[in-house]
């Protein structure tokens, strides 16, 4: 039987598996490292939707060959609006 698994134990029905449960000391340090890892990938996944969109409309292109821009500037040479 695999490790873990109670065997002969004429509570529980035949077929029935039951795992013994192990306490597990937890790293607070490595999960909050792994916490904050998932959070910093979920909104940099969340935020591409936004970077296409400046794409598809054009505003690194024209960032890239006016320099800073105010909104105002922005949306006149890309006919959006400054908003």
Same mark, same amino acid.
């Given at each position: 039987m695999?490790?873990?698994?109670?065997?002969?134990? !004429?509570?529980? !029905?035949?077929? #029935? #598996? $039951?795992? &013994? $449960?192990?306490?597990?000391?937890? +790293?607070?340090?490595?999960? %909050? %490292? /792994?916490?904050? #890892?998932?959070?910093? +990938? *979920?909104g940099? *996944?969340?935020?591409?939707?936004?970077?296409?969109?400046? +794409?598809?409309?054009?505003?690194? #292109?024209a960032?890239? *060959?006016?320099?800073? /821009?105010?909104?105002? +500037?922005?949306? *006149? $040479?890309?006919?959006?609006?400054? &908003?």
């Open positions: 695999p490790d873990g698994l109670i065997s002969n134990d !004429p509570e529980i !029905p035949i077929g #029935k #598996k $039951r795992w &013994r $449960r192990s306490a597990m000391a937890i +790293d607070e340090a490595k999960l %909050q %490292q /792994l916490l904050g #890892k998932m959070l910093g +990938d *979920a940099a *996944a969340m935020s591409i939707g936004l970077v296409i969109l400046g +794409d598809t409309l054009g505003l690194y #292109k960032m890239a *060959a006016a320099g800073p /821009l105010t909104s105002g +500037d922005l949306a *006149a $040479r890309t006919g959006t609006a400054p &908003r």
